[in-house]
């Protein structure tokens, strides 16, 4: 989906008229990025800076959006910085913006604006990658290791104390978010699409695959849900979801976020460096940040190749299922890795 064209009118165009709904009718919207979601920047006449986002039709009930609105709140009144959402002047949460362009209608919400910058950009990454950080071919360099070290020491933080306030909260009765477990990753119908069915595939390929997929369930299985390692979690919590203003780091993109085991999470941090040389030292200063907030024993912390296994295969359904976002390309490169790491899983 295109966001200007000289052949067509701006899909978004009018988005202004939904700031009604926030008695901010008036204000000025400015696109500032366009992937899973639409996000603009809004300006007030205050001089106040909001963000409105346009949330992608599908992924969502409008339950499951309030539930995420319920623990950003519930994240900020336990001392961390998540985004601090408005409500509308009728006192709900979300709105709904019908867009004409592209005849869709799309639930809004507003939260407050925070500057900073992306930790993606801070280590070199491209913060731009339609919402995922994927496996880098290049090598870190020496002279940015300890800093590199550094930053990961600081997710292992952020994520424990995120686990500890969703382990420790008492959830409303009408909480609902999807679940990252068995079935959400690897049943018949997981959340990213069947990553088994695609076209590109050998049938060595799909054959190997469906073979660590069965592993993989039996692994999770037999681990459960009862190890203190399953609860909410972010489930994005990659450097391109991490701001840093001075000391304090703002985590933002709540999409995904789910019901899940901690070393997914844990898995999504590291996945872009999965296949770097520097890996064993950012895993192990990543585990050393969690465990100065939340214990994490040594089992747990051997099962995170299985989990790094897992993010390999549900981008290979996510690629599949969001054509749009031209990230085909990746499929040879990812399918590759996964079958290479399912050799050392089955054999």
């Given at each position: ?136 071919n290049s090598e870190v360099a020496p002279s940015d290791a300890q800093v590199l070290l550094k930053y990961f020491f ?95 780091i703002h985590v933002i993109d709540f999409d995904d976020a789910g019901f899940g085991w901690h070393q997914y999470e ?36 051997e099962l995170l190749p299985v989990f790094i296994l897992i993010r390999y295969l549900v981008l290979l359904g996510w ?29």
């Amino acid at each position: 989906m295109e966001v200007r064209s000289e052949n067509r009118k701006d899909p978004f165009a009018g988005v202004e008229q939904v700031l009604d709904e926030w008695g901010l009718g008036g204000s000025q919207c400015e696109l500032v990025s366009q992937s899973e979601n639409v996000v603009f920047r809004v300006n007030t006449d205050s001089g106040e800076l909001l963000a409105l986002r346009l949330h992608r039709p599908g992924y969502h009930t409008l339950a499951e959006l309030n539930a995420e609105q319920q623990w950003t709140a519930a994240l900020n009144r336990a001392g961390l910085s998540a985004p601090v959402h408005r409500l509308t002047v009728n006192g709900r949460g979300l709105a709904k913006v019908y867009l004409p362009e592209i005849s869709e209608t799309r639930y809004v919400s507003l939260s407050e604006w925070t500057e900073g910058e992306l930790l993606a950009t801070m280590i070199g990454q491209d913060p731009k990658s339609h919402g995922i950080i994927f496996p880098s071919n290049s090598e870190v360099a020496p002279s940015d290791a300890q800093v590199l070290l550094k930053y990961f020491f600081q997710i292992g933080r952020i994520a424990a104390r995120i686990h500890n306030q969703a382990m420790t909260w008492q959830m409303p009765d009408s909480f609902e978010r999807h679940a990252f477990d068995i079935d959400g990753l690897m049943g018949d119908a997981p959340l990213w699409g069947p990553f088994w069915n695609l076209p590109q595939l050998t049938a060595a390929e799909r054959e190997q695959i469906l073979r660590v997929r069965d592993r993989i369930r039996r692994i999770l299985s037999e681990y459960g849900k009862n190890q203190g390692t399953y609860g909410l979690i972010h489930a994005d919590l990659h450097p391109g979801n991490l701001l840093f203003l001075d000391d304090r780091i703002h985590v933002i993109d709540f999409d995904d976020a789910g019901f899940g085991w901690h070393q997914y999470e844990l898995a999504v941090a590291l996945f872009h460096y999965a296949e770097d040389p520097l890996f064993d030292a950012i895993r192990d200063a990543l585990v050393a940040g969690y465990r100065t907030e939340r214990s994490l024993d040594d089992a747990a912390v051997e099962l995170l190749p299985v989990f790094i296994l897992i993010r390999y295969l549900v981008l290979l359904g996510w690629i599949q299922e969001r054509p749009e976002l031209n990230n085909s390309h990746r499929l040879p490169r990812l399918t590759a890795e996964v079958c290479e790491r399912a050799k050392t899983l089955l054999s």
